[in-house]
């Protein structure tokens, strides 16, 4: 059968109508001369979003998140702290360790994807007694746990106890638009209590590609020439900041996933054999298992029927909910989980 519906990530959109026209009639210069007025453009409007002195556009949120430890503590033997679960421990750690040859520290995280407060103070510890550099990089929204959007008071209080020991607090904030309207907050106001942030483009708000990176001037200055060491400097990239530009107009737009999501955690909590995982879904995140049923092997049997969903650990997979789905998905999803169901071993 043929894909329906792809809920694998939110990065799975195409640039809309707007985009395309944004994209066609952009003016464009070399961003590698720093002449793309495309760029320009994006760079300031994201230093405003996010609050910061500046603001710098990579190609993705994984260089992103590298450039900002590089940046932070270029110095090799650099201890960078995360939860466990977040998507720099669990799919960048390769990177990190080659590139930034930091100690990539995995914290315990609670159940709403906040660094245990303890385990961070305990690794802290440990780092300061070594007379080692640290950062501290914050994940919002919470990837797997369920796509959590951390309260400003749990972020404060993490930065806070981040920078008594010296350390770097940087946030990797790929869905931080998503916790701003969950949380209804200003996306500013959920960046501050980090030195420097991540922004991704490509997700919720729908740009091709692209993330930006918040910060100080001074920064965002090294973070410039690091992007070119590492050939994530593009020419006439114009052509996508103009979507990007586009997607920035969007931000509000993204209470209507959350409310799709919320309708389809409801449906699949309706599945008798089916578990949601919690906290209750308020982002575009939604977290299913089948009891008894590997995560791959549901994938397989949700793929069959038009469904397509990211497998995760302990059997659970992934429904990311993005501007391309409608409410029609809703019963489709859930008869494609019944019928994955029925087909279980004793089911």
């Given amino acids: 059968m043929s894909v329906l519906l792809d809920f694998r990530s939110d990065t799975r959109t195409a640039p809309d109508a707007a985009m395309r026209a944004a994209m066609a009639a952009a003016e464009v210069g070399d961003d590698a001369y720093g002449d793309d007025p495309c760029v320009l453009r994006l760079e300031e409007a994201g230093a405003r979003l996010l609050g910061k002195e500046a603001a710098l556009f990579l190609p993705s949120s994984t260089m992103t998140n590298l450039v900002a430890v590089l940046a932070a503590a270029p110095d090799p033997g650099t201890r960078l702290l995360t939860g466990a679960h977040t998507h720099v421990a669990r799919f960048e750690d390769a990177g990190m360790r080659r590139f930034a040859r930091v100690e990539l520290v995995p914290l315990a995280q609670r159940d709403d994807g906040a660094p245990d407060p303890d385990a961070l103070e305990a690794a802290l510890r440990e780092g300061a007694r070594a007379g080692r550099p ?18 400003l008071a749990v972020l404060d209080r993490l930065a806070g106890l981040a920078r008594s020991y010296g350390a770097h607090v940087h946030l990797d904030g790929a869905r931080l638009a998503n916790a701003a309207v969950a949380l209804g907050l200003p996306v500013e106001k959920l960046a501050v209590p980090a030195d420097s942030v991540t ?15 918040g910060a100080p001037a001074s920064f965002v200055d090294r973070a410039r020439s690091l992007r070119l060491q590492l050939g994530g400097t593009m020419h006439q990239s114009g052509v996508l900041a103009a979507a990007a530009l586009a997607g920035l107009e969007g931000v509000s737009r993204l209470a209507e996933d959350h409310a799709l999501a ?37 994938m397989g049997r949700l793929g069959e029927r038009g469904v397509r969903v990211l497998p995760l650990d302990d059997g659970w997979v992934r429904f990311v909910v993005h501007r391309e789905h409608r409410d029609t998905a809703v019963p489709v999803v859930v008869r494609a989980v019944s019928d994955a169901v029925r087909l279980r071993p004793g089911g």
């Fill in 199 to 213: 922004f991704c483009l490509a997700k919720g708000l729908g740009a091709p590609v692209g993330s930006l990176l």
């Fill in 262 to 298: 919320a309708a389809l955690a409801r449906g699949l909590g309706s599945v008798p054999g089916a578990e949601v995982a919690e906290p209750p879904c308020r982002t575009n995140i939604v977290t299913v298992r089948v009891r008894g049923v590997s995560g791959v092997e549901l």
């Fill in 134 to 151: 640290q950062v501290v990089s914050l994940e919002n929204t919470c990837m797997l746990h369920t796509g959590n959007a951390l309260e």
